[in-house]
């Protein structure tokens, strides 16, 4: 019987573990998300946009949430390095490095 992904069970638990492509991965945090009622933005083509600048944003009153989405191999770049220490250091801003095998922390964030 498989789960839905509002279960905090993980919906890459098909695919043989965390092996998810990071496109994948980025897919489910957003329709995770848009079912627990957050807007969601993540630009498509960063080519002219600040270097590092983390991978998707999320908003629900009085809540905003950066998070740098990665594969389980993925390295975090300096600039992405830079811009998560800023964010970090912006009161009432939470600011996250995800990866698939955080899934069910990501639950209990996208919960509150």
């Not at 912006?90 to 922390?105: A, H």
């Amino acid at each position: 019987m498989s789960r839905s992904r509002r279960d905090t069970g993980s919906p890459f638990s098909d695919s043989g573990g965390y092996h998810v492509p990071e496109r994948d991965f980025l897919q489910a945090v957003r329709d995770y998300a848009r079912l627990m009622g957050w807007a969601d933005y993540h630009t498509w083509h960063s080519l002219h946009s600040p270097s590092g600048f983390p991978d998707l944003v999320l908003v629900r009153p009085p809540r905003v949430i950066f998070a740098e989405l990665k594969s389980e191999k993925g390295q975090v770049s300096s600039s992405q390095e830079v811009w998560l220490k800023l964010l970090q250091n912006c009161p009432g801003v939470e600011c996250y490095l995800w990866r698939p095998s955080d899934w069910e922390q990501i639950v209990r964030i996208l919960k509150r």
